[in-house]
Protein backbone atom coordinates (compact mmCIF):
# COMPACT_ATOMS: atom_id res chain seq x y z
CA UNK A 1 0.00 0.00 0.00
CA UNK A 2 2.68 2.40 1.19
CA UNK A 3 4.18 1.78 -2.41
CA UNK A 4 1.55 2.38 -4.43
CA UNK A 5 0.86 5.44 -2.49
CA UNK A 6 4.36 6.69 -3.45
CA UNK A 7 4.20 5.73 -7.16
CA UNK A 8 0.48 6.49 -8.21
CA UNK A 9 -1.73 7.99 -5.52
CA UNK A 10 -0.09 11.38 -5.75
CA UNK A 11 -0.49 11.47 -9.41
CA UNK A 12 -4.13 10.24 -8.93
CA UNK A 13 -5.12 12.90 -6.20
CA UNK A 14 -3.12 15.50 -8.80
CA UNK A 15 -5.37 14.98 -11.79
CA UNK A 16 -8.33 14.65 -9.88
CA UNK A 17 -7.48 17.98 -8.23
CA UNK A 18 -6.56 19.52 -11.73
CA UNK A 19 -9.91 18.20 -13.02
CA UNK A 20 -11.95 19.90 -10.25
CA UNK A 21 -9.74 23.10 -11.26
CA UNK A 22 -10.62 22.85 -14.78
CA UNK A 23 -13.95 22.44 -14.16
CA UNK A 24 -14.13 25.65 -12.31
CA UNK A 25 -12.18 27.71 -15.19
CA UNK A 26 -14.68 25.68 -17.47
CA UNK A 27 -17.31 27.63 -15.42
CA UNK A 28 -15.66 31.02 -15.11
CA UNK A 29 -14.53 31.44 -18.67
CA UNK A 30 -17.79 29.95 -19.90
CA UNK A 31 -16.58 27.32 -21.56
CA UNK A 32 -17.66 24.65 -23.06
CA UNK A 33 -16.59 21.00 -24.49
CA UNK A 34 -18.97 18.60 -26.63
CA UNK A 35 -19.20 15.14 -26.71
CA UNK A 36 -18.20 15.36 -30.32
CA UNK A 37 -14.74 17.35 -29.30
CA UNK A 38 -13.95 14.41 -26.83
CA UNK A 39 -14.62 11.77 -29.20
CA UNK A 40 -12.26 13.42 -31.63
CA UNK A 41 -9.42 13.45 -29.49
CA UNK A 42 -10.11 10.11 -27.95
CA UNK A 43 -9.92 8.87 -31.70
CA UNK A 44 -6.97 10.45 -31.97
CA UNK A 45 -5.17 9.12 -28.97
CA UNK A 46 -6.23 5.52 -30.28
CA UNK A 47 -4.98 6.16 -33.55
CA UNK A 48 -1.40 7.74 -32.44
CA UNK A 49 -0.91 5.48 -29.29
CA UNK A 50 2.59 5.11 -29.00
CA UNK A 51 3.29 5.44 -25.35
CA UNK A 52 1.82 3.92 -22.51
CA UNK A 53 -0.33 6.65 -21.03
CA UNK A 54 -3.42 5.61 -22.82
CA UNK A 55 -3.13 2.09 -22.47
CA UNK A 56 -3.06 2.31 -18.53
CA UNK A 57 -6.16 4.98 -18.94
CA UNK A 58 -7.78 2.22 -21.23
CA UNK A 59 -9.29 0.22 -18.21
CA UNK A 60 -10.80 2.86 -17.52
CA UNK A 61 -12.76 4.63 -20.24
CA UNK A 62 -14.96 7.38 -17.91
CA UNK A 63 -11.36 8.38 -16.30
CA UNK A 64 -9.66 8.69 -19.80
CA UNK A 65 -12.81 10.82 -21.04
CA UNK A 66 -12.81 12.85 -17.85
CA UNK A 67 -9.02 13.54 -18.42
CA UNK A 68 -9.18 14.97 -22.29
CA UNK A 69 -12.17 16.85 -21.05
CA UNK A 70 -9.83 18.22 -18.96
CA UNK A 71 -7.37 19.01 -21.30
CA UNK A 72 -9.24 20.26 -23.73
CA UNK A 73 -10.83 23.03 -20.88
CA UNK A 74 -7.61 23.98 -20.30
CA UNK A 75 -6.36 24.38 -23.85
CA UNK A 76 -9.58 26.40 -24.82
CA UNK A 77 -8.42 28.31 -21.99
CA UNK A 78 -5.23 29.39 -22.70
CA UNK A 79 -6.65 29.86 -26.54
CA UNK A 80 -9.31 31.87 -25.88
CA UNK A 81 -7.70 35.26 -27.15
CA UNK A 82 -5.82 34.41 -30.06
CA UNK A 83 -7.03 34.53 -33.15
CA UNK A 84 -6.00 31.95 -36.02
CA UNK A 85 -6.71 33.02 -39.92
CA UNK A 86 -8.70 30.26 -40.91
CA UNK A 87 -6.63 29.95 -44.80
CA UNK A 88 -3.78 28.58 -42.40
CA UNK A 89 -6.46 25.99 -40.89
CA UNK A 90 -7.41 25.17 -43.95
CA UNK A 91 -3.50 25.25 -45.43
CA UNK A 92 -2.31 22.68 -42.04
CA UNK A 93 -5.25 20.14 -43.01
CA UNK A 94 -4.72 19.87 -46.75
CA UNK A 95 -1.22 19.45 -45.38
CA UNK A 96 -2.12 16.71 -42.61
CA UNK A 97 -5.19 15.12 -43.88
CA UNK A 98 -4.09 11.79 -43.30
CA UNK A 99 -3.80 12.77 -39.61
CA UNK A 100 -7.61 13.04 -39.58
CA UNK A 101 -7.92 9.89 -41.60
CA UNK A 102 -8.56 7.37 -38.46
CA UNK A 103 -7.95 3.53 -39.36
CA UNK A 104 -9.74 0.89 -37.35
CA UNK A 105 -8.43 0.21 -33.65
CA UNK A 106 -8.89 -2.92 -32.22
CA UNK A 107 -8.32 -3.07 -28.21
CA UNK A 108 -6.13 -6.07 -27.44
CA UNK A 109 -4.93 -7.96 -24.67
CA UNK A 110 -1.44 -10.25 -25.13
CA UNK A 111 0.60 -12.96 -23.58
CA UNK A 112 4.19 -12.96 -24.22
CA UNK A 113 5.92 -16.45 -23.73
CA UNK A 114 9.70 -17.28 -24.61
CA UNK A 115 9.09 -20.59 -26.69
CA UNK A 116 6.56 -22.73 -28.83
CA UNK A 117 6.15 -25.24 -25.88
CA UNK A 118 4.92 -22.04 -23.62
CA UNK A 119 3.05 -21.10 -25.69
CA UNK A 120 1.37 -24.37 -26.80
CA UNK A 121 0.12 -24.64 -22.91
CA UNK A 122 -1.28 -21.22 -22.63
CA UNK A 123 -3.53 -22.14 -25.69
CA UNK A 124 -4.22 -25.26 -23.86
CA UNK A 125 -5.43 -23.42 -20.84
CA UNK A 126 -7.09 -21.09 -22.66
CA UNK A 127 -9.20 -23.46 -24.25
CA UNK A 128 -10.26 -25.58 -20.73
CA UNK A 129 -11.74 -22.15 -19.91
CA UNK A 130 -8.80 -20.23 -17.74
CA UNK A 131 -9.01 -16.53 -17.79
CA UNK A 132 -7.07 -14.85 -21.07
CA UNK A 133 -6.41 -12.14 -18.17
CA UNK A 134 -5.16 -14.38 -15.18
CA UNK A 135 -3.04 -15.78 -17.49
CA UNK A 136 -1.76 -12.72 -18.81
CA UNK A 137 -0.76 -11.76 -15.11
CA UNK A 138 0.47 -14.88 -14.37
CA UNK A 139 3.06 -15.99 -17.79
CA UNK A 140 3.30 -13.17 -20.19
CA UNK A 141 7.00 -11.77 -19.89
CA UNK A 142 6.08 -8.48 -20.79
CA UNK A 143 4.75 -7.40 -16.82
CA UNK A 144 4.11 -4.21 -17.81
CA UNK A 145 0.80 -5.60 -20.06
CA UNK A 146 0.67 -8.62 -18.03
CA UNK A 147 -0.07 -6.63 -15.21
CA UNK A 148 -2.90 -5.12 -16.76
CA UNK A 149 -4.03 -8.41 -17.75
CA UNK A 150 -2.28 -8.46 -21.07
CA UNK A 151 -4.22 -5.14 -22.21
CA UNK A 152 -1.80 -2.92 -24.23
CA UNK A 153 -4.52 -0.73 -25.75
CA UNK A 154 -5.64 0.11 -29.22
CA UNK A 155 -3.92 -1.57 -31.66
CA UNK A 156 -4.43 -0.38 -35.26
CA UNK A 157 -2.12 -0.89 -38.82
CA UNK A 158 1.07 0.63 -38.95
CA UNK A 159 1.62 1.99 -35.19
CA UNK A 160 5.42 2.07 -35.17
CA UNK A 161 5.29 0.69 -30.94
CA UNK A 162 3.10 -2.43 -32.35
CA UNK A 163 4.78 -5.99 -33.50
CA UNK A 164 2.94 -5.79 -37.28
CA UNK A 165 2.43 -9.79 -36.75
CA UNK A 166 -0.12 -8.55 -33.81
CA UNK A 167 -1.56 -5.19 -35.64
CA UNK A 168 -2.47 -8.11 -38.71
CA UNK A 169 -3.54 -10.53 -36.46
CA UNK A 170 -5.67 -8.12 -34.38
CA UNK A 171 -7.63 -7.17 -37.85
CA UNK A 172 -8.87 -10.66 -38.43
CA UNK A 173 -10.17 -11.75 -35.01
CA UNK A 174 -13.66 -11.14 -34.08
CA UNK A 175 -14.30 -9.57 -30.62
CA UNK A 176 -13.57 -12.32 -27.22
CA UNK A 177 -11.78 -14.98 -30.00
CA UNK A 178 -8.09 -15.34 -29.51
CA UNK A 179 -4.88 -15.79 -31.96
CA UNK A 180 -3.00 -19.20 -32.46
CA UNK A 181 0.97 -18.18 -31.65
CA UNK A 182 2.26 -15.52 -33.01
CA UNK A 183 6.08 -15.18 -33.84
CA UNK A 184 7.31 -11.57 -32.69
CA UNK A 185 9.89 -9.71 -34.63
CA UNK A 186 12.38 -10.63 -31.43
CA UNK A 187 11.38 -14.19 -32.10
CA UNK A 188 9.66 -14.50 -28.77
CA UNK A 189 5.38 -16.18 -28.82
CA UNK A 190 2.09 -14.43 -28.59
CA UNK A 191 -1.05 -14.59 -28.00
CA UNK A 192 -3.61 -12.46 -28.67
CA UNK A 193 -6.75 -11.33 -27.84
CA UNK A 194 -9.81 -8.79 -29.16
CA UNK A 195 -11.92 -7.45 -26.92
CA UNK A 196 -13.64 -4.30 -28.85
CA UNK A 197 -13.51 -2.82 -31.86
CA UNK A 198 -13.25 1.16 -32.82
CA UNK A 199 -14.41 1.65 -36.26
CA UNK A 200 -12.36 4.00 -38.13
CA UNK A 201 -13.41 7.40 -39.38
CA UNK A 202 -12.48 10.28 -41.61
CA UNK A 203 -13.10 13.76 -40.16
CA UNK A 204 -13.52 16.84 -42.85
CA UNK A 205 -12.45 19.86 -42.34
CA UNK A 206 -15.57 21.56 -40.54
CA UNK A 207 -15.24 18.78 -38.18
CA UNK A 208 -11.92 19.09 -37.14
CA UNK A 209 -11.53 23.08 -37.70
CA UNK A 210 -11.71 23.78 -34.11
CA UNK A 211 -8.77 21.23 -33.02
CA UNK A 212 -6.66 22.77 -35.69
CA UNK A 213 -6.98 25.94 -34.36
CA UNK A 214 -6.00 25.43 -30.93
CA UNK A 215 -3.31 23.30 -32.29
CA UNK A 216 -2.13 26.09 -33.83
CA UNK A 217 -2.87 28.45 -31.22
CA UNK A 218 -0.91 26.87 -28.51
CA UNK A 219 2.39 26.65 -30.97
CA UNK A 220 1.90 30.42 -30.26
CA UNK A 221 2.63 30.35 -26.37
CA UNK A 222 5.76 30.74 -25.14
CA UNK A 223 5.80 28.12 -22.87
CA UNK A 224 3.86 25.13 -22.03
CA UNK A 225 0.92 25.83 -18.88
CA UNK A 226 -0.55 22.96 -16.72
CA UNK A 227 -3.35 23.13 -14.96
CA UNK A 228 -1.47 23.94 -11.64
CA UNK A 229 -0.70 27.63 -12.71
CA UNK A 230 -4.64 27.59 -12.49
CA UNK A 231 -4.61 26.59 -9.29
CA UNK A 232 -4.06 29.93 -7.00
CA UNK A 233 -7.38 31.76 -8.94
CA UNK A 234 -9.67 29.24 -8.29
CA UNK A 235 -8.46 28.71 -4.34
CA UNK A 236 -6.74 25.04 -4.96
CA UNK A 237 -4.79 23.27 -2.15
CA UNK A 238 -2.37 21.04 -2.12
CA UNK A 239 -2.75 18.46 0.86
CA UNK A 240 -1.05 15.17 0.07
CA UNK A 241 0.24 13.85 3.34
CA UNK A 242 4.17 13.63 3.36
Known amino acids: MAAMEEQHGRDMLLELVNQEVMETAAKEY?????????????????SVQDDTETTLYAADPKRLKDKVKAQLILEKVLTKDIVI???????????????????????????????????????????NGSSFEALARERSLDTATGSLGGDVGYVSAG???????????????????????????DGRKAIISVTEKADGQKFSFE?????????????????????EAFWKEFDAEWFYGE
Do not use: C
Open 30 to 46: DIKVSEEEIELELAMLR
Open 85 to 127: EESKIEEFYKQNQALYDIKDAYRTRMIIVASDKEAKDAMAELE
Open 159 to 185: QSSIDPAVAKAAASLEVNDWSTPLTLK
Open 207 to 227: EVKGHISRELALEQLPQSVTP
